[in-house]
């Protein structure tokens, strides 16, 4: 129920090429979904959010495309260049799960190599 | 500088002993958070403070103890307890603990590796 279940584990694309990474889950309580972005020894930090009142939203060449019905998310990544190479993170937060309400929930990873 | 400080960068433990780390924030953030990272695992939240003077288990608190009796301060200690302490540690702090209202974005130091040797 709280898992957030993500996908590639890993992923190679070419130099302006569309990086695509793909996160599901199952609790309908969660309603803030974050993707973080991670470089080796480095802490995670915030890359884009959305809720879902929306469908879409675009930063840049970050976009996060929500599927409220089929409880899906995704992190799409335009123009990919070798400086984003990094391991992203999926999550998810919500009320009414325990005594773990309003914290987040992590995906296992996917680690991004852009080839020059 | 704003941020959340974490220390050390490296640690050691021998078998047995108790360790403690270290995380500073100076953001003014009500809540703190620490997580463990495991290569293929993600990050799993050991435990968490709402407010000072209060903290909660998280999905693998055992094996770890924590006090917050400081608003910026928030120190993990991982004790003998722990079988498999070798991990990557990170704490996060974020406005408050849940808000609708409130940017809820969480935000992380630069971690603390231990290595028990």
């Known amino acids: 129920q709280q898992q957030v279940k993500q996908s590639p584990q890993s992923l190679i694309v070419q130099k302006g090429g569309i990086s695509i990474i793909n996160c599901a889950y199952e609790n309908t309580a969660f309603d803030y979904f974050p993707w973080y972005q991670q470089f080796p020894g480095k802490g995670p930090a915030l890359l884009i959010a959305i809720r879902p009142d929306v469908s879409e939203k675009k930063e840049g060449r970050f976009t996060i495309s929500f599927n409220k019905s089929a409880k899906q998310f995704s992190l799409h990544i335009m123009d990919s260049q070798p400086g984003d190479s990094a391991t992203y993170f999926c999550a998810a937060s919500g009320e009414g799960f325990g005594g773990s309400q309003g914290n987040l929930i992590f995906g296992k990873g996917t680690k991004l190599s852009v080839k020059p | 500088d704003g941020g959340i400080t974490q220390s050390p960068k490296y640690l050691f433990r021998k078998e047995g002993q108790n360790v403690t780390l270290s995380c500073e924030q100076n953001?003014?953030?009500?809540?703190m958070y620490w997580y463990r990272q495991d290569p293929g695992q993600g990050l799993r939240l050991i435990y968490y403070s709402q407010i000072v003077n209060d903290f909660q288990k998280g999905d693998i608190a055992e094996g770890y103890s924590v006090s917050r009796e400081k608003k910026e301060s928030f120190p993990l200690t991982v004790t003998s307890a722990q079988k498999n302490p070798t991990a990557f540690y990170l704490c996060?702090?974020?406005?408050?603990?849940?808000?609708?209202?409130?940017?809820?974005?969480?935000?992380f130091g630069q971690g603390t590796r231990l290595t028990v040797v």
């Open positions: 996060a702090s974020s406005i408050a603990w849940r808000s609708l209202e409130l940017n809820t974005e969480a935000f």
């Open positions: 953001l003014n953030h009500d809540a």
